[in-house]
T-cell receptor, first 112, second 115 residues
Framework: KAGVTQTPRYLIKTRGQQVTLSCSPI?????VSWYQQTPGQGLQFLFE???????NKGNFPGRFSGRQFSNSRSEMNVSTLELGDSALYLC???????????FGEGSRLTVL | AQSVTQLGSHVSVSEGALVLLRCNYS??????LFWYVQYPNQGLQLLLK??????LVKGINGFEAEFKKSETSFHLTKPSAHMSDAAEYFC?????????????FGKGTRLHILP
């Protein structure tokens, strides 16, 4: 069974640009969560989508947005990039009523 | 609000020694608790989870954790450390009473194994 796939793995952007990250969950999983990981703040919850609807949301500004498609694949978008957005963005999927998150390897974003 | 505190951002133990990584939680409802491990340049992998069945939970790679409600703790232990255990470990808790609720993580503890 294929795991969670995130693309791209690495990317470099400049301030003011926008970026889109993609996540394909494990087959059959309808929940996709996104986390931002930085050395100073650890893992911060961004949002979770379930069956194309945002089910939970963290405390991030509106520049951070996401969506989920009918095949459960998810994208997150960050607009007007700031230096502080440099981070590892992790996507995780989970099946119903198990609690367990299955993580992808992440997309490492560097903002110059 | 639910929260997780991991004591010690870095822990060093000698190979063969006991590993103890501390986690305390705050929850207004009975929590579900997890320990995850992250190796360099990888995502997180579940080590074990507590879902109110048994208070002593056994996980992969010889790790176990004990849920202590009176101490609001869920410390992770392993009797004998191996070099391959060097990684970052995260404690996590659900924010509601269900397994579909949002999961929040502690800031992590980096485990160093000394030869």
């Amino acid at each position: 069974k294929a795991g969670v796939t995130q693309t791209p793995r690495y990317l470099i952007k400049t301030r003011g640009q926008q970026v889109t990250l993609s996540c394909s969950p494990i087959s059959g999983h309808r929940s996709v969560s996104w986390y931002q990981q930085t050395p100073g703040q650890g893992l911060q919850f961004l949002f979770e989508y379930f069956s194309e609807t945002q089910r939970n949301k963290g405390n991030f500004p509106g520049r951070f947005s996401g969506r989920q498609f009918s095949n459960s694949r998810s994208e997150m978008n960050v607009s007007t990039l700031e230096l502080g957005d440099s981070a590892l963005y992790l996507c995780a999927s989970r099946g119903p009523n198990t609690g367990e998150l299955f993580f992808g390897e992440g997309s490492r974003l560097t903002v110059l | 609000a639910q929260s997780v505190t991991q004591l010690g951002s870095h822990v060093s133990v000698s190979e063969g020694a006991l590993v103890l990584l501390r986690c305390n939680y705050s929850s207004s409802v009975p929590p579900y608790l997890f320990w995850y491990v992250q190796y360099p340049n990888q995502g997180l992998q579940l080590l074990l989870k507590y879902t109110s069945a048994a208070t002593l939970v056994k996980g992969i790679n010889g790790f176990e954790a004990e849920f202590k409600k009176s101490e609001t703790s869920f410390h992770l232990t392993k009797p004998s450390a191996h070099m391959s255990d060097a990684a970052e470990y995260f404690c996590a808790v659900t924010t509601g009473g269900g397994l579909n609720d949002k999961i929040i993580f502690g800031k992590g503890t980096r485990l160093h194994i000394l030869p």
